[in-house]
């Protein structure tokens, strides 16, 4: 079995290279961003978006307008919804959740104990579990609280339950490597509300992406919907067969496995799933994942040529003899 980690497509890098070609030429810069805004206004459903340099500029943006506090789940979140708010000053509150998805009577309650001006969620708690992300979003409209999803790993769901923008105030993503949008560098930030675009005006325009990026995001976005459904349907085949995992109905884009001693099963993990490229192996405790002790499989990471049965049966079969 020969595992690959995760490339932009032939036809981003194609795209990227012609539009190197037209760095200085001011006129083809700006079709670049705008067919990248039209793509990512077409996928997201918001009205407003902007090509950012990086997924944490996009985080940037969005705290920028925010005086505080900003809510974040106590797992399952991205480190840099913390970093950022810290680098702002502004305030943080943690929302208790289970195994980082969020009960929607706690955040009810926590949100009317605390009254944050916004909530940060990843539309995956950990890339592992699928957060309810319209319940989410109708509790923080009633109690005029922002809620800024980071769809890195949910971008083009064909369900709509995530990266909806009829049910995020604001929505954030990273188009680095390896992510669901995968142009290998980048960011973007949608939203309806254009008093958001308008406060950030400086930020956005400090923060953009190149056009190169713009170009290779509007053919890796084609390809987002289809590279979602294959990655969650690989998760669940394996959440199956390998049974002992955490969160197994929940739609997810990695598998996280309890264990005791999860560095040395890492270690022994990444010996025996070689990934070309790249790995496949995180060890938690960790914020962005879970707060337990526990290796996951990064099966995002992964191309998707990769996510074969018979390779994904070899991979139950590796995980099984290793732990
Ligand atoms: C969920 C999530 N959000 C944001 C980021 C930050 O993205 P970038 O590396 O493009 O700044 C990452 C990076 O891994 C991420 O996993």
Known sequence: ????????????????????????????????????????????????????GSGNAAIMAAMSTMKGPVMIPDQGGWSGFRKIAEFYGLELTYLSTKMGVIHLETLEEQVKLKSPESLFITSFAGYMAEQPVKGIYDICEDNGVILVEDASGSVGDPLKNLACGDHSH???????????????????????????????????????????????????????????????????????????????????????????????????????????????????????????????????????????KENLRKIVEIVKNTI
């Not at 030429?25 to 950012?52: P, Q």
């Not at 025996?272 to 879970?290: E, F, H, Q, W």
Request: positive net charge; hydrophobic residues 40%; glycine residues 8%.
């Open 1 to 52: 079995m020969e595992l690959f980690f995760k490339m932009p497509s032939k036809e981003a890098r194609e795209a990227m290279c012609d539009a190197s070609l037209e760095l200085g030429n001011r006129f083809m810069g700006n079709e670049y961003k705008k067919n990248a805004e039209d793509a990512i206004k077409k996928v997201t459903g918001h009205e407003h978006a902007r090509v950012m």
């Open 170 to 308: 604001v929505m954030v993503a990273s188009t680095g490597s390896p992510k669901i949008v995968n142009v290998g560098n980048g960011g973007f930030i949608s939203t309806n509300e254009p008093g958001i675009f308008n406060n950030a005006g400086f930020i956005l325009k400090t923060l953009q992406s190149s056009p190169v990026t713009c170009a290779g995001l509007v053919e890796e976005i084609k390809k987002t919907p289809g590279n979602l459904v294959k990655t969650i349907a690989a998760c669940e085949f394996l959440k199956k067969e390998i049974e002992y995992v955490l969160h197994p109905e929940k739609r997810g884009i990695n598998i996280a496995i309890p264990h005791d001693e999860p560095k040395s099963i890492a270690r022994l993990l990444r010996n025996n799933l070689k990934v070309m490229g790249g790995g496949m192996i995180t060890v938690c405790p960790r914020y962005d994942r879970i707060n337990q002790p526990a290796v996951c499989l990064e099966v995002k990471n992964l191309d998707i040529e990769c996510l074969k």
